[in-house]
């Protein structure tokens, strides 16, 4: 009977080592598509801004003030790129490296990667962030901005899609208790339909052509936030359109600093 029990018990063990090394491959998997999904915006951003200085500077149009601003964009944007691959690299590691970091700079490095793509769609974004505050949460670097550009691209896609005549997306930071804020997003696409708002964050639920996304964004982001960020990540439809609610816990030794 002993022999039967620790062989079982051996078995057991193999098998759950399969599962994990089984589990380790689908997620990078997962991030292999996620980080596809993720860089063809702001490598499609860069492209833009080179080719847009070469054809100004050409035409003996291009303004210095522009110069600067265009490659400060790049610089955003390959800092972008460089914590991306850590920031996936680090959540398959069983070792998360993480560093206090300001949430509100953070939403601005976000908004910063975001913002051509939205201009160059008609696409206003109303920011309410107050960047005099400065909330303090230790996190995994580029995390967040993960969540954040997510949310901010799916939002954009859709109103591209039903082609809103005044679309807009808004960003807020709220305080809702002395341990928790909270980041919400929301446009003005309609919102997301009651038949499939309750499977949005499934893993490979995409209502895109396969050319266009992998529908792991949402799934990963809702991964992050809740198991990494120890946050809760959901999403309601408002009198405009989707309204995502990312809800991040402060920790004791974490404050919140005018």
Same mark, same amino acid.
């Given at each position: 009977l002993k022999e039967k029990v620790e062989i079982e018990l051996a078995l057991k063990e193999q098998k759950e080592k399969q599962f994990i090394e089984i589990s380790k491959m689908a997620n990078l998997g997962a991030m292999i598509g996620n980080i596809a999904h993720q860089w063809r915006q702001p490598l499609s951003a860069i492209s833009t801004i080179a080719s847009k200085t070469i054809v100004e500077k050409e035409l003996g149009i291009l303004e210095e003030k522009n110069f600067i601003d265009d490659m400060n964009g790049i610089? +955003?944007?390959?800092?972008? @790129?460089? +914590?991306?691959? /850590?920031t996936f690299r680090n959540f398959i590691k069983?070792?998360?490296?993480?560093?206090?970091?300001? *949430?509100?700079d953070r939403i601005d490095l #976000? @908004?910063?990667? *975001? /913002? @051509? #793509?939205l201009k160059d769609n008609a696409i206003e974004l109303i920011n309410t962030i107050d960047y005099t505050k400065k909330t303090k949460i230790t996190m995994v670097v580029g995390?967040?901005?993960e969540v954040i550009i997510n949310i901010i /691209? /799916? #939002?954009? +896609?859709?109103?591209?899609e039903k082609e809103n005549s005044n679309p807009w997306i808004k960003i807020e930071? @709220?305080?809702i208790a002395s341990d928790r804020v909270m980041i919400t997003i929301e446009d003005n696409g309609g919102g997301v339909p009651n038949d499939i708002i309750d499977t949005i964050f +499934?893993?490979?639920f995409t209502t895109k052509d396969e050319s266009i996304g992998t529908g792991l964004g949402l799934h990963m982001s809702r991964k992050i936030i809740n198991e990494s960020l120890m946050g809760e990540l959901y999403v309601k439809n408002s009198e405009h359109g989707a309204k995502f609610y990312i809800e991040l816990p402060l920790a004791d030794n974490q404050k919140y600093e005018h």
């Open positions: 610089i +955003d944007r390959t800092i972008y @790129l460089s +914590d991306s691959i /850590n069983e070792k998360k490296e993480r560093k206090e970091l300001i *949430v509100e #976000a @908004l910063k990667i *975001v /913002n @051509l #793509a995390e967040l901005i /691209n /799916n #939002a954009k +896609d859709i109103l591209i930071l @709220l305080h +499934d893993e490979y």
